[in-house]
């Protein structure tokens, strides 16, 4: 199909192709971005195979993803996943991903994850209830921009938030807090807190804080 450099490949993948591994993207010479949507089909272990230089990788409908399926992925700097089932303990380790999303995929945790130079995280329109383990963003340490709306979040632990220093915007709208997250103050770069369409009744929250912020939507 001819160079495709600086251009995102849109592929729909069917049953025969995943059976038949009819799509072999070698084809695609100098090939950096890329969308595919699975149709309910599993991603094998060798389909990014010869995508070494890729940059922009975005997934849908996935049915499964083998956990070998991004290796070799090293140059990644966007991965969206959407509509698609992430096995638990599912590895998510690319040195070069700067934004991540992983939304309407049913997840009910946070998923571990060694992202040194990520930027911007969105776990939206999941099924996370608790977040409330200090370790689990221990491993993205440049994070500014946290999206956890839409999901089904009661509690959020304290120190939380200890391992991302340089947080700026925490997207928390839409889930089943009953208070501001205490975790929140203690983010020190903090510039937006979005807390609209939860459970919280009593808005009484630090003077100080408030004012540092340039927007608190609730």
Avoid: W
Avoid at 98 to 108: R, V
């Amino acid at each position: 199909m001819g160079n495709a450099e600086g251009k995102v490949v849109n592929l729909s993948v069917t049953y025969d192709d995943i059976k038949n591994k009819s799509i072999d993207l070698k084809q695609f010479t100098g090939l950096n971005a890329l969308s595919v949507d699975f149709c309910g089909n599993t991603i094998y272990k060798d389909f990014f195979n010869g995508l070494e230089n890729i940059s922009y990788l975005c997934i849908k409908n996935a049915k499964k993803i083998h956990s070998q399926a991004f290796v070799g992925l090293t140059k990644l700097v966007t991965l969206i996943i959407e509509y698609s089932h992430i096995p638990p303990c599912f590895p998510l380790q690319f040195p070069c991903l700067k934004e991540l999303s992983i939304n309407n995929c049913k997840l009910k945790e946070i998923p571990r994850m060694a992202l040194p130079d990520l930027k911007t995280l969105s776990l939206a329109n999941n099924k996370i209830t608790s977040v409330d383990k200090e370790h689990i963003f221990r491993d993205v340490p440049k994070l500014t921009k946290l999206y956890l709306n839409s999901n089904r979040i009661y509690e959020i632990g304290y120190t939380v938030f200890k391992n991302t220093p340089d947080l700026q915007v925490l997207g928390l709208n839409d889930n089943y807090l009953d208070e501001v997250p205490v975790a929140a103050f203690y983010c020190s770069k903090l510039e937006e807190l979005y807390c609209q369409e939860n459970m919280i009744s009593d808005f009484h929250v630090m003077k100080e804080f408030c004012e540092k912020l340039s927007v608190f939507k609730y």
